[in-house]
């Protein structure tokens, strides 16, 4: 019944025994014991549970484990070290983008996704790109600003 | 929720693809991104026994131009469209649809043909691949077999593949440098489903003129010959969508056609 | 008096509680891992009222499978008010003979995981009996509707009147208008659910419920109830919550069903809510009807509101704050911040076979707000004035402060007239006025709305106590303990999720006791660990956990000076308590925190023959001078530009100007009014949880409830007023709620504004775009009729 899955999760072999039905986010959560990826609706829409899946953020609730088999996956919990997320954990905390604190694993992989690959992207760019991030504390006011203060930073350090 | 127990295959070729799906019959599914799948199984609302997973077959991931085509393989994302990681024939339409298929991560691991065979009638492909005239090409044990994406999608969720085909990939004419296209979207919120899609694209050089009236909870409706579409004929084609005059469906999709006719005048 | 170094009330301290945050190391219940867990699911009701005739559970599972006849001596929730002619709605844990709304929770599955406990509810046959349901709250009071309780004689809950009389008032009125005004239902819609992870602690012969709750001694009280044990054998603990909202305060059948469960199979237990859970079976808030009129003399002055209210309450009374909590705040708040000589308001909490209601963000303020403010704007339609005209000359002005209302409501300080000249300025009025005259390049129209309120926080025994719900609140306390090493420990019984009292509160303790905030750790959400208090809501944490901690360190620094002035040979009175240290005045002598701390708990022989044998450990008790609450007040401004081809509206600018009296944080005040505001334009534009008319819920995805996004909220821009409240510690005044009050009001004459010329004129939130589009429809019919 169940499936031997072996991955690279935040660059190190990660082997589990899963169900096929078990979804990335409960590998990660219950069998990995990963929480920092965080289930918020489990059809894809709010974007809380936002991984990385061979580089590109990814939902990990409608994803299934087995479908990763392989796979390099990386979580909030892997991007201590990241530059771009270091710079932006800075600018979260600067610009008061977090209050519960729910959101904002998987909105640091989005808004990462962002900085990474749209380093020219304005302001309504920005917030379209966060659509599929649902915050319901801060009104997306400060992750906005602090999402474009990394992109302008980088961009005049380039 | 959670889904329901089903068994999972991952076929390294696309015949045993097919005969698994031969042998599971009903009972079967294909998963290609699964983003669509997802959130079906995770809600319950299909109870496949077996899920045969197609994502990695070499076969459906191929984008080759053909010279006056370009075939999209199955497995091509939303976003390698949206990037241009795959040939456009469409100067410029197919990656400015896929940038406003649901979000970025749904569109990294959602795929063209695992869209089409879902077949939502709010889905993108399945109004623009209708509007486009595109060809689908499917395979299955009786080999390969090719549908005209307008008559492709059959109803809400229904499509013209035999529980044994498989979506191979796209087939699509190219536009020619004097081609005008415009398309329409009516949502709530980017990412979200879309109410109405207006869409247009003339082609004096190939002779095509078409619109379209989609996201109306069926196949697309699609007006062959729209060449010198006014307003009362785009309310004609609304109409014959099956939205009546003085209705709120009627509105959306009238103003969201005649925004796309529109958008071509203007490009 | 001590010195802040920046670090004290008034400071935009980045918050202590980003790092775990930050880093994906939240402790949110759904992260709790205990040896041996079982997962929960529930079966529901699929129908919003039945009767159950049968329950067969599935052969093989019969020892994991358990209904209400298992759950022996279990009780009922009750929270019943004792307000006259209130009508008691106990709610079983598990549903007993009868269903009342859709999502009711009739059986309990358990399994070693959350799928395989759904496989074992999935085999559960249920044979439900449907009886005709209630649905529309407007039917549901009306005689001979279905009742929802058969005991009742019929679906009110609660009738409330307050009633002065008009008649003077309507015979010299140049202006009456009246208006039909509907909120649509909403899901407060937390990202987390709620969760609850139950075990029991054999030694202690405890147990202990982990649950996702802004209330977590309520809880423990309640539990306490229902289970039939006594609360110190319950520990409620509330670890990292994601987002409460209202949503989290409550007692839920499902603790009480997993505390009994752990105690029956002996393993820790875990539910954690779904979305789907959360959308069709959980509680929702904010329904109300209202038929409002109001009067006013020929310039738009008010004269008189007259108004008759309905809440929807749903099937059940919520745990503590009771059925009837909105209606009938309904009928004290609606005057808002206005003076006015008459005041008619009749209210009905209606039952219904829908989820119960809870009091969310704002609770009757955002029904209240939305229904007076279009009215204004209908007066000053009919006065031909500018909006804001009519409520310069009905605000109570600066001078009347502090000023007793009309529903004898305190308003402890403040200009609202003020509030609504900035502004007015601040979105720059007299631009968007020639914009719209010179009108858009695509076609739309623009139109420009405010809405001005004021938010009664942290209200204390006086008023609760006239309720007679279960939660009366009194002082609110706080343990301070300086440890050996000069860290402060503070212990409250309130909760943070996402408020960032982990900041704010240190910024507290520094500013009395000189600490610094790296240096303060607060302990919150865990009975064992804290004082009793009725916990987070009704935006009180600041002004009440706020004067505990601010009281306890008082008590504090007076022992620190007792020592050290013993240590240093000096009066009490000479020290100076900043930075960590405390030092001699008009000296550079000084001894560390963690220096006086030490002789207290490792150097006792050094202490002063009369110290305080409680040590450097105080629990203290705070109320505000007098606790009729804080009233902050805003007013927000926003342009909006509507489609009327799409019936769609955008958001072009939106400026709030608010007074929370001292900001002990502006930048964490900041994110509360952001925050709260973009949950008022959901309600404004798009928030909704419709019923089909045999009472099933259509939005069971965030797909269909529509939530705002990055793209929906625009960068909203803030202006403080800061009059301090006199009646708090710091001047400071409740405002968690407040940036969910105003934006459908707001909103909604924007785009009343917009379409003024068309004779379109909205009335009911949210403003979809199948509503403004029936309602320009509606005005080109109504004039081509006319």
Redesign the interface.
């Known amino acids: 019944?169940k499936?031997a899955l072996s991955l690279k999760v935040n660059g190190a072999l990660a082997e589990a025994q899963v169900?096929?039905?078990?979804?990335l986010a409960?590998c990660l959560?219950?069998h990995l014991?990963?929480?920092?990826?965080?289930?918020?609706?489990?059809?894809?829409?709010?974007?809380?549970c936002?991984v990385l899946?061979d580089g590109?953020?990814?939902?990990s609730?409608?994803?299934?484990a087995?479908?990763c088999?392989g796979a390099d996956v990386r979580?909030?919990?892997g991007l201590?070290d990241d530059p771009v997320a270091v710079a932006l954990?800075e600018a979260?905390?600067?610009e008061?983008a977090?209050?519960?604190?729910?959101?904002?694993?998987g909105m640091?992989v989005?808004a990462r996704?962002i900085v990474t690959r749209l380093p020219d992207a304005d302001?309504p760019r920005?917030?379209?790109?966060?659509?599929?991030?649902?915050?319901?504390?801060?009104?997306?006011?400060?992750?906005?600003r602090a999402i474009l203060r990394v992109l302008a930073e980088r961009r005049r350090s380039q | 929720m959670k889904p329901p127990k089903f068994a999972y295959e991952k076929p390294r070729t696309l015949e045993a693809a097919i005969r698994l799906l031969a042998d599971g019959g009903d009972g079967a599914k294909l998963l290609a991104g699964g983003q669509s799948l997802g959130p079906i199984l995770n809600f319950r609302l299909a109870q496949p026994e077996l899920l045969v997973d197609v994502r990695t077959l070499p076969e459906l991931s191929v984008a080759r131009d053909e010279g006056d085509s370009v075939f999209l393989g199955a497995t091509t994302t939303h976003s390698a469209i949206e990037d241009g990681r795959v040939p456009d024939p469409t100067r410029g339409l197919l990656p400015a649809v896929a940038r406003t298929i649901a979000y970025r991560a749904v569109r990294n691991r959602g795929t063209l043909g695992g869209s089409l065979a879902h077949a939502d009638p709010a889905a993108d492909w399945v109004n623009v691949m209708a509007l486009l005239d595109a060809e689908i090409v499917a395979q299955g044990p009786r080999g390969e077999r090719r549908v005209r994406a307008s008559e492709f999608v059959r109803g809400p969720l229904t499509t013209a593949l035999a529980v044994d085909e498989i979506v191979l990939g796209v087939r699509i004419r190219k536009l020619s440098a004097r081609a005008r296209w415009g398309h329409y979207k009516f949502n709530r919120k980017p990412g979200e489903f879309a109410e109405a899609i207006g869409g247009f694209v003339h082609d004096p050089e190939r002779g095509v003129a078409r619109a379209l009236v989609g996201a109306i909870g069926d196949a697309p409706h699609v007006v062959a010959d729209a060449s010198g579409l006014d307003e009362p004929r785009m309310r004609a084609a609304v109409s014959s969508a099956g939205f009546g005059p003085d209705t709120y469906e009627h509105q959306i999709h009238f103003v969201a056609l005649k925004r796309a006719v529109a958008r071509a005048a203007a490009a | 008096m001590t010195q802040s170094a920046g670090k004290g009330v008034g400071a935009r301290l980045r918050r202590k509680e980003d790092e775990r945050f930050l880093r994906g190391r939240g402790e949110y219940v759904g992260n709790l891992r205990m040896v041996g867990m079982l997962d929960v699911a529930f079966v529901r009701s699929s129908v919003a009222h039945a009767r159950i005739c049968a329950v067969r559970k599935p052969a093989g599972h019969e020892a994991a499978v358990f209904t209400i006849d298992d759950l022996a001596g279990v009780r009922p929730i009750v929270a019943n008010s004792a307000l006259k002619g209130f009508k008691s709605a106990p709610q079983h844990v598990l549903a007993k003979d009868k269903v009342r709304q859709v999502g009711e929770a009739i059986v309990m599955c358990v399994a070693p995981t959350r799928a395989e406990a759904e496989d074992i509810a999935a085999q559960v046959e249920l044979d439900l009996e449907e009886l005709p349901a209630v649905v529309d709250m407007v039917a549901a009071i009306k005689p001979g509707a279905p009742r929802v309780h058969d005991e009742w004689l019929d679906n009110v809950v609660l009738e409330t009147l307050v009633d002065d009389n008009l008649s003077g008032i309507r015979a010299r009125a140049a202006i009456k208008v009246q208006r039909r005004i509907r909120t649509a239902r909403q899901c407060m819609s937390p990202i987390e659910g709620r969760g609850v992870v139950a075990h029991y602690d054999r030694r202690l012969n405890q147990l202990t419920v982990h649950s996702a709750a802004q209330m977590p001694h309520i809880n423990r009280a309640g539990l306490s109830e229902c289970l039939g044990i006594d609360q110190g054998r319950i520990r409620v603990v509330a670890p990292d919550v994601g987002g409460g909202f209202g949503y989290k305060g409550i007692l839920l059948p499902e603790e009480v069903c997993l505390g009994w469960l752990t105690m029956k199979v002996g393993r820790p237990v875990r539910w954690l809510e779904d979305r789907f859970e959360q959308l069709t079976a959980n509680a929702n808030c904010r329904e109300h009807y209202y038929d409002i009129t109001g009067y006013a003399d020929a310039d738009g002055r008010l004269l008189a509101i007259d108004c008759e209210a309905i809440v929807d309450s749903g099937a059940y009374s919520s745990y503590p704050f009771s059925a009837c909590l909105e209606a009938a705040q309904v009928g004290s708040i609606l005057p808002g911040p206005y003076r006015m000589d008459g005041y008619r308001c009749r209210t009905w909490s209606a039952a219904t076979n829908k989820a119960p209601i809870l009091p969310y963000r704002g609770v009757a303020r955002t029904g209240v707000c939305f229904a007076l403010e279009l009215v204004l704007d209908a007066i000053a339609r009919e006065a031909r004035k500018e909006p804001y005209e009519v409520r310069l000359a009905s605000l109570v002005p600066p001078e009347a402060m502090p000023f007793v209302n009309i529903t004898k409501k305190y308003f402890d300080s403040g200009d609202y007239p003020e509030a609504l000249r900035r502004a007015v300025k601040a979105l720059d009025l007299p631009k968007w006025r020639a914009r719209q005259r010179r009108g858009e390049p695509d076609g739309r129209r623009v139109g420009v709305g405010l809405a001005i309120f004021c938010e009664q926080a942290a209200h204390g025994t006086s008023v609760y106590h006239g309720w007679g719900i279960p939660m009366v609140p009194g002082h609110e306390q706080c343990t301070a303990r300086l440890s050996p090493d000069g860290v402060l420990e503070l212990r409250i019984g309130a909760h943070s999720h996402g408020q960032g009292l982990e900041t704010t509160l240190a910024q507290v303790a520094h500013e009395i006791l000189g600490v610094d905030p790296d240096n303060v750790r607060l302990v919150h959400g865990d009975t064992a660990l804290t004082p009793y208090s009725t916990g987070t809501w009704g935006s009180r944490c600041m002004v009440m956990s706020g004067g505990a901690v601010a009281t306890a360190c008082k008590e504090i620094e007076k022992r620190v000076r007792a020592i050290a002035g013993k240590l240093m040979e000096v009066a009490g009175d000479d020290l100076v308590l900043e930075a960590g240290r405390v030092r001699v005045g008009g000296t550079d002598r000084s001894m560390s925190l963690a220096e006086v701390a030490h002789v207290w708990y490792r150097a006792p022989q050094l202490l002063p023959a009369d110290v305080d044998p409680a040590g450097l450990e105080a629990t203290a008790g705070y109320k505000t001078k007098q606790d009729t609450g804080t009233f902050s007040y805003a007013c927000h401004a926003c342009a909006v530009a509507v489609d009327t081809e799409l019936g769609t509206v955008e958001i072009l600018d939106y400026v709030v100007v608010e007074d929370g009296g001292t900001l002990v944080n502006p930048m964490i005040v900041d994110g509360q009014v952001f925050g709260g505001a973009a949950q008022g334009i959901g309600t404004a534009l798009y928030e909704e949880m419709p019923f089909d008319a045999q009472g099933q819920p259509l939005a069971s995805t965030l797909a269909d409830y529509m939530l705002p996004g990055a793209t929906e909220v625009p960068a909203i821009r803030i202006e403080h007023m800061e009059t301090p409240s006199p009646l708090s510690y710091f001047g400071q005044k409740g405002i968690g709620e407040g940036g969910a009050i105003a934006p459908p009001a707001a909103i909604a004459n924007a785009v009343n504004d917009a379409l003024a010329d068309l004779g379109v004129e909205v009335l009911e939130s949210p403003i979809t775009p199948r509503r403004l589009l029936a309602a320009v429809a509606a005005a080109r019919a109504g004039r081509g009729a006319a």
């Open positions: 019944m499936t169900e096929p039905r078990t979804s409960d959560r219950e014991m990963l929480t920092g990826t965080n289930v918020g609706c489990e059809h894809g829409v709010c974007g809380a936002t899946i590109a953020p990814a939902r609730c409608i994803t299934l087995v479908a088999d979580t909030i919990e201590d954990r979260f905390a600067a008061h977090l209050q519960c604190g729910y959101c904002t694993p640091l989005t996704d302001e920005v917030r379209e790109e966060l659509a599929g991030n649902l915050c319901r504390c801060t009104g997306y006011v400060g992750i906005v």
